[in-house]
């Protein structure tokens, strides 16, 4: 049973370039996520799919666009790579409520130069 | 508004001594709390739950927590640290029923000495 399974695990870009994050999950779950971590500020919301067919946005979406492909697929896309968006990026999902755990994937590390 | 405390950064526990993280929280209703661990380049991984059933919750590898909700607190305890204990711990707090409100801390760094 994967779980939540994210694509790529490493990218390199530089200033301007664009790029799609990948993330299916295998659980039916309805809500997904999409997270950023930097070092001392925990995880941070970039935008959410409360269920198939809607997203909404976050606390830090800005520069970020998202699809919610079908139940099972949900990515990230970055128009315009900037430095500040150097980071790791994690997809979750849950059962619906926001009460629900989340189950997370193992992270895309990107680096913007 | 919510918002989460973890008030050590960094924790440092010798093989086989107690475990304490501490975490604080604020929030205006009556708040679901989590705990979850984050080991090297791994996601983060659900150790522990708190939904207003017990105040003392028992988690996954020997992990327990207790809602104090007089003290605002949800330390998450372990009787005696092992070495596959080293890894991160964020304490998290749910409210309502908004996505957008899943607030997590910054994180504690556990490490375990030999």
């Known amino acids: 049973n994967a779980g939540v399974t994210q694509t790529p695990k490493f990218q390199v870009l530089k200033t301007g370039q664009s790029m799609t994050l990948q993330c299916a999950q295998d659980m039916n779950h309805n809500s997904m996520y999409w997270y950023r971590q930097d070092p001392g500020m925990g995880l941070r919301l970039i935008y959410y799919?409360?269920?198939?067919?809607?997203?909404d946005k976050g606390e830090v979406p800005n520069g970020y666009n998202v699809s919610r492909l079908n139940k099972r697929e949900f990515s990230l896309r970055l128009e315009s790579a900037a430095p500040s968006q150097t980071s790791v990026y994690f997809c979750?999902?849950?059962?619906?409520?926001?009460?629900?755990?989340?189950?997370f994937g193992n992270g895309t590390r990107l680096t913007v130069t | 508004a919510q918002s989460v405390t973890q008030l050590d950064s960094h924790v440092s526990v010798s093989e086989g001594t107690p475990v304490l993280l501490r975490c604080n929280y604020s929030s205006s209703y009556s708040p679901s709390l989590f705990w979850y661990v984050q080991h090297p380049n791994k996601g983060l991984q659900l150790l522990l739950k708190y939904t207003s059933a017990a105040t003392l919750v028992k988690g996954i590898n020997g992990f327990e927590a207790e809602f104090k909700k007089s003290e605002t607190s949800f330390h998450l305890t372990k009787p005696s640290a092992h070495m596959s204990d080293a890894a991160e711990y964020f304490c998290?707090?749910?409210?309502?029923?908004?996505?957008?409100?899943?607030?997590f801390g910054p994180g504690t760094s556990l490490s375990v000495i030999p």
């Open positions: 979750a999902s849950s059962w619906t409520g926001s009460n629900s755990p989340l189950h």
């Open positions: 998290v707090v749910s409210e309502g029923t908004s996505y957008d409100k899943v607030i």
């Open positions: 799919s409360a269920s198939e067919g809607t997203t």
